[in-house]
């Protein structure tokens, strides 16, 4: 059954524009909201993309206390990216980056590397520093900062 969700949504340029949309589930009431804010857009105002700031369920609700959670690829960060380690610190390990861009940083008790993966676009606002170390007991030790990233570790 559908019911009427009361969504916002901002422009890069600050705009808002909040909407009552009739959708089965938050993630279509999303959808037909951005989807709605791109249409009614002013043709004068240049702007990025549209994201989602907040949702609720029901017609014209703004309660703060009551904003339902909004999935990270409505959001204006976006989706976080993906890093794939294959067998870290090890000579034949590889690193592969996806929906996004992050630096890493490899540390050795001989040497620090950091270098800089992406595969765009990114949103600019999320810049995450992945740093790989070895345990003692030769366990991988990875952290993330200034961003946000998910990490798979595979080969371990």
Do not use: Q
């Amino acid at each position: 059954m559908k019911k009427s969700w009361t969504v916002r949504c901002g422009y890069a340029a600050r705009f808002a524009h909040t909407v009552t949309v009739e959708a089965e589930t938050l993630e279509e009431a999303l959808e037909k909201a951005v989807e709605n804010a791109h249409a009614d857009r002013r043709s004068s105002v240049r702007c990025r993309r549209v994201f989602v700031d907040a949702a609720w369920e029901g017609a014209d609700t703004r309660d703060p206390d009551a904003a339902w959670p909004v999935p990270d690829r409505f959001t204006e960060r976006g989706e976080p990216p993906v890093v794939t380690l294959t067998d870290p610190g090890l000579p034949g390990g590889g690193v592969e980056v996806s929906r996004g861009r992050v630096l890493l940083r490899f540390e050795t008790p001989g040497a620090t590397l950091t270098n800089e993966l992406s595969d765009p676009p990114h949103p600019r606002s999320n810049k995450p520093l992945v740093t790989i170390r070895r345990r003692a007991d030769g366990a991988p030790d990875i952290t993330v900062s200034g961003g946000r990233a998910r990490i798979r570790v595979l080969g371990f």
